[in-house]
């Protein structure tokens, strides 16, 4: 089969079509003018549902064929549970054995967790997943051997999908950590607590059937009611959502090796020197290790000077709980929360607020959280000279990452990656991305422990570091650095075939990933 | 014109067509099945949204020109701010000044403040009212003067006809006691605070072009946002949006009539010997005197029994704020505040919940909170021999009132209506209802002063009470009393013309309201 392929406003070569749905190709940032109307799921009516609001049925098996669960149906889920859910392969091991086939898989996000789901891309029990692809999936992917195409999107690009009708979902499965029987639900309670479900609302709203799942039925009323009874149909309980060990992330913890603890405090400093940081800012930031030092050296800043971050955007870790408890963070808003020092943060504090994707994310609606933060502190597996990043794919050509927020969060007024030079002796500058993510012009400075690089377009960042004695080079340099280092490395080989499409913020395609040659 | 009119499942003679648009004739309780899908406005783009999420426009004016206010547009406002609403008449100002003809009004109520509206309803500004019409509005409908036909919805039936695309709102302008510059908002702070917005969900997510017009803007983020800030195109700051002693009504203070405290004695007794009062169960009620009498007389009976009404749905007062307080009630959930007690519970009680209307009582949605509640007292104008109900017009004929929820509470489990025999002699219990609002098989219980009907429906409530001593009466014996005492009253004499649709909470209508016969 040959694929029609046109050259997008990036350069990339991208096809029109994927998964026998016409796509459009990337225009540019803020380019694409949507034409169209929000999906509308169907209206329903009370007269279907229990005057006495319960909506409990007796399994997920029960629930899944009131559902009218049939072939080709797409299953959306939330990745509040992590590493750590139950939940989600439940779902696909009840598809098989009732014998439904080629389902579409449409996660907030998938985890190692996950892989035992390959057996059900093999057995076309599942045709794709459209969400991040991890570990084992990722490489089952990159070999070629998905049946359907995957489609990557970033959170945000998630919600516009849904919204605006590009993935239609069948039925959401929504884990919730503590429901009622009417089906309101929150992340907070019972054994399997995540915190909040900021990953939810699209979903529930848009979804022909919304099934909520949970070990902790409570009465009614469930509140906050982060899912809206009124958009579900059926609530099953089980005993177990989740493994709560594994639902927590495990990466909150500062790091300890010394180079990225120097290009910590060399962000730091940078954004003291830059006057990027200053009093009522606003920050976000991951929950990684090195994050976790940018923080802790900001914070000692802030406590210097007296100021305070205005808000900060979570996933929220000890680290923002402990910012805004000592006073240099005014709120925390919140759409997933990463350690249990943040949810009992959010469980008490009044400044502590869930905020949902579908709020600070969705490119599609009437103004984003994103474009209004002052500091944005992400990661990258690749750079290249036009400051171009990635983020699903390694050097070796292998999708081993989802999007997550990465490409929302590009339009923060200062968008900052630190980054080590190298990985495993692998430069993390190259000449152009394996895959783009996001354009360089949303790209603004490249911290590594041997340099900092700021991009042209924004003199103004160069004017206010000049003479600050940071060291200063420019993107190329740090490349060539590198390169010294650990030598070029070998680029990756693709065949012809398109195993992945990645999405922009606003539904357009800027690349796609290529079926790795076969050694 | 003549009209096409068919019988519907009521016996009532309905018109099919409204406005110039079709409607479907009431086909009984739970009869009606949608078919279609949810409303759908345009898909926008952050790329017209300013960056740092400051909405500001110079002036109310200012931000009706870039909604592109023109001829025909439906306008929508909630009311929260009561009889001291500032906004909403303002629009029509504009509207008016600008020189825009023949728009639609759809308030979510209508109060004395907003009879200057008559003028526009002259000069055909406003070509109709599509909510509640009191006092001048209502006569002024009555008297066949204004231009369209009025519809009258219910709260619930509001929300459903926003949702199901019905109608359609070009700009919806929702006061905010507190706002951010993002458009975020709430009903509690500043002068003007209303403590909720419960009626504002279903406007700001529906309409095209959302306004939000406050007189208290705070820094972002404003908390808790019961207008989600990504569904607003523009923040407007004025002087005042209200006059704050007119925003809390002036109608929660207890009864202090003899008959009416009897009524409420009797209620109270009704529901303590019926058995419907127990530990755990639900109730909702009005913020009239009788109401809160019969919620201190019930409140007694909690105390000496140690029981708890599991949670109220408001519109809260000062006595559902003592039952929380004094622990005879679990939660109070809440659509809208009526005094200031009320407020500080909000703000202060995590027990206190906001719970909008689009989640309470909208009949297509996947069930309600209205059929949840085991206690539902409400008021009417006009009972009927078959328990039919009527709360829009007076025995005389004039439509004086909004549906408000009542529609939507009927469908509780026990719905009981405490009512005076008569109202400045006029017997309140009627051969057959002037308006038919609510069908005779929702409504259980007519307790007046003078004794206790229980719809023969309700064998089980009938045989509940039997040889408790309470006065019951059948339906029929009630109006015989009333009309020994008062005589029959004459019936309003009415013209053909419709002046106003009553719609059922399923946007079916059930009733019209015809021109008065000019005396």
């Known amino acids: 089969m040959t694929i029609n392929t046109v050259i997008n406003a990036a350069g990339r070569s991208v096809p029109l079509e994927i998964n026998g749905q ?6 540019g940032v803020g380019q694409h003018r ?4 929000k999906y509308s799921p169907p209206v329903p009516t009370c007269s279907d549902y229990p005057d006495d609001g319960n909506k409990v049925v007796g399994s ?4 899944l064929r009131k559902c009218g669960l049939i072939d080709g149906m797409t299953i959306s889920t939330h990745h509040h549970l992590r590493d750590g859910d139950l939940v989600s392969n439940k779902v ?8 439904v086939k080629d389902l579409v898989w449409f996660p907030s996000a998938s985890f190692p967790c996950n892989d035992p789901l390959i057996k059900y891309l093999d057995d076309r029990t599942i045709n794709r997943i459209e969400g991040s692809m991890n570990g084992l999936l990722g490489q089952y992917v990159s070999e070629g051997r998905m049946k359907g195409t995957a489609v990557l999107r970033s959170h945000g690009g998630r919600v516009q999908a849904i919204q605006d009708g590009e993935v239609k979902i069948d039925i959401a499965v929504m884990a919730a950590p503590t429901a009622d029987a009417f089906g309101n639900a929150r992340g907070t309670g019972g054994s399997s607590a995540c915190g909040v479900l900021g990953y939810a609302k699209a979903d529930y709203m848009y979804a022909e059937k919304v099934i909520v799942v949970t070990d902790n039925l409570i009465d009614f009323p469930c509140f906050p009611m982060e899912i809206e009874g009124n958009y579900v149909d059926y609530v099953v309980v089980v005993d177990k959502i989740g493994i709560p060990e594994k639902i927590m992330s495990g990466t909150t913890q500062v790091t300890k090796s010394p180079d990225r603890l120097l290009i910590a405090e060399l962000t730091a400093s940078f954004l003291e020197k830059s006057g990027i940081l200053k009093d009522g800012v606003t920050i976000q930031e991951g929950a990684g290790g090195t994050s976790l030092a940018i923080a802790m050296f900001v914070q000692e800043i802030l406590k210097n000077k007296g100021w305070k971050f205005k808000f900060g955007f979570g996933g929220s870790t000890h680290h923002m709980v402990k910012m805004l408890e000592e006073g240099q963070m005014g709120f925390i808003l919140d759409a997933q929360i990463f350690d249990p020092e943040a949810i009992r943060s959010i469980e008490t504090n009044i400044r502590h607020v869930p905020y949902p994707v579908f709020n600070a994310y969705n490119y599609h609606s009437k103004g984003n959280l994103n474009s209004m933060m002052d500091i944005m502190i992400l990661g990258a597996t690749e ?3 036009n400051f171009n990043g990635n983020v699903v794919t390694h050097s070796d050509g292998y999708l081993l990452h989802g999007i997550g927020g990465w490409q929302n ?3 923060a007024r200062n968008v900052i990656l ?11 500058i190259v000449d152009e991305v394996t895959t783009l993510c996001g354009p360089g012009e949303l790209i603004d400075v490249i911290v590594t422990e041997r340099g900092i690089a700021i991009n042209p377009l924004r003199q103004d960042l160069i004017e206010s570091v000049k003479g600050s004695g940071l060291p200063l080079k420019t993107i190329r340099e740090l490349k060539d650095e590198a390169e010294r280092i650990c030598g070029k490395p070998q680029k990756p080989q693709f065949e012809e075939k398109i195993v992945a499409a990645i999405k922009w ?10 079926k790795l040659k076969s050694q």
């Open 22 to 27: 016409p796509v459009i190709p990337y225009k």
């Open 34 to 37: 949507p034409t169209g109307r």
């Open 60 to 63: 997920l098996e029960e629930a």
């Open 92 to 99: 696909f091991d009840l598809a098989s054995s009732i014998g």
């Open 383 to 385: 750079v290249d000279l």
């Open 409 to 411: 969060c590009l339009h």
């Open 418 to 428: 630190p980054l080590p030079l190298f990985r495993d002796r692998i430069p993390v």
């Open 505 to 514: 913020v606003d539904g357009t395609i800027i690349d796609v990933v290529r």
